[in-house]
């Protein structure tokens, strides 16, 4: 997805180089563009539909009643981050069509903007998963100066747009780059750097990207669920099923974070490193490196179709607004009306860091709930 790199020698956005490595002999890829042209539509296909069912159930919930759900900084999140999930698969079919097709078909104009759109959303997502982690971590621990910056509606419309805008400007090098080129098979829709740009500049951009993308949202993850998990775990007055229920959502999020970019991201470094300094000269390795570009980036796309499931239907709120629209859906259906009871919610009331841990039905404004 326009993740692909030049230097004397051209490849398609699948990463399906011919590389002359002693200038005599060729690296034939035409078995790593078969198992994409086989690969890419169907792991695309399966994740736009399970991703577009997901997400977009979020969003209907979420837009329903004027938008009355969306009440905290998480719940905004929630939102932006299934909108930019939502973006994100819709570029699927494309580069689905040009694996299938080996080639890209469809026009420069349309190879900047998917390319564009691929890697900003891709990195809103990252940021928001951030900010949601963020806002948990303030709730739990009540930092009264931070709650405030970010309990207004004015707060959270700027927290997204914040967050929406740093994606846009890690999306420009695919937006100014990413152009259409001869490749050995046909045309294809590749970034290519200019060719008076320095070694040590590209490699810079790649750095800054896994950087801003995966090591900073990791970062703020782990440092605040971390933080949340020792809270919750030494919280008194919880049942200890309830107390584990919260603790497993807690480190599912981190470990599915790990599992789907950590693999992803570690392929695309190294094979940035490669097509910048010439590190591989072995075709197998160089073609072996190519399959798990294409398998990791498709293990880092599923993460559009966990999200809804870890951050939105393990929450007993969100469900319980599912319940509530499916109920006043089938009464119109039926004729009748009523209202749907939303399920009991594991809340988890701590105070503030300094105090003791506990669970407590108080309106105290130094208390608040962390519901799973």
């Keep these: 997805m326009g993740e692909d790199y030049y230097q004397d020698y051209h490849g398609d956005h699948n990463g399906s180089y011919d590389y002359d490595y002693d200038y005599h002999s060729v690296c034939d890829k035409e078995s790593v563009r078969s ?3 086989v690969f890419l539509p169907l792991v695309y296909g399966l994740t736009l539909v399970l991703g577009l069912a997901g997400n977009s159930l979020v969003v209907a919930v979420y837009s329903g009643r004027g938008g009355k759900d969306l009440r905290t900084l998480t719940d905004v999140c929630l939102l932006n981050l299934a909108a930019s999930d939502l973006l994100l698969l819709l570029t699927l079919p494309l580069w689905a069509a040009a694996a299938a097709t080996q080639g890209w078909n469809l026009g420069a104009g349309l190879c900047k903007l998917t ?14 998963l951030a900010c949601i982690s963020v806002d948990r971590y303030l709730a739990v621990f009540q930092h009264a100066a931070g709650r405030r910056c970010v309990a207004g509606r004015k707060a959270r419309v700027l927290v997204s747009a914040g967050a929406w805008a740093a994606a846009c400007v890690l999306g420009l090098p695919e937006l100014l780059f990413s152009r259409v080129a001869q ?14 740009m320095p070694r040590s500049a590209k490699i810079c951009l790649e750095l800054l990207e896994v950087a801003l993308r995966f090591l900073l949202p990791l970062g703020i993850m782990g440092v605040c669920y971390g933080r949340v998990w020792r809270a919750l775990s030494r919280a008194a007055g919880v049942r200890r099923d309830r107390k584990w229920r919260a603790l497993h959502v807690l480190l599912a999020v981190v470990v599915v974070f790990l599992l789907t970019q950590l693999p992803y991201n570690v392929v695309k470094l190294t094979r ?7 590190l591989v000269t072995d075709c197998e390795v160089s073609k072996g490196l190519d399959h798990a570009m294409q398998v990791t980036e498709s293990l880092a796309l599923s993460h559009t179709c966990i999200n809804p499931l870890l951050y939105v239907f393990v929450g007993s709120t969100f469900r319980g607004s ?9 009464e119109r259906l039926g004729g009748r009306r009523g209202r749907a009871q939303p399920e009991p919610a594991v809340a988890m009331t701590l105070r503030a860091a300094d105090q003791t841990h506990s669970l407590s039905g108080s309106d105290e404004e130094d208390t608040t709930t962390f519901t799973i």
Excluded: E, I, Q, W
Aim: glycine fraction near 8%.
């Design 115 to 128: 390319s564009f759109l691929y890697s900003a959303t891709f990195s809103c997502g990252m940021f928001l």
């Design 35 to 37: 198992f994409a042209a």
């Design 183 to 196: 490749a050995s098979h046909g045309l294809a829709c590749v970034s290519l750097p200019p060719h008076g």
């Design 322 to 330: 599912v319940l509530r629209v499916a109920k006043n859906l089938g």
């Design 272 to 278: 940035a490193l490669d097509a910048t300094y010439a």
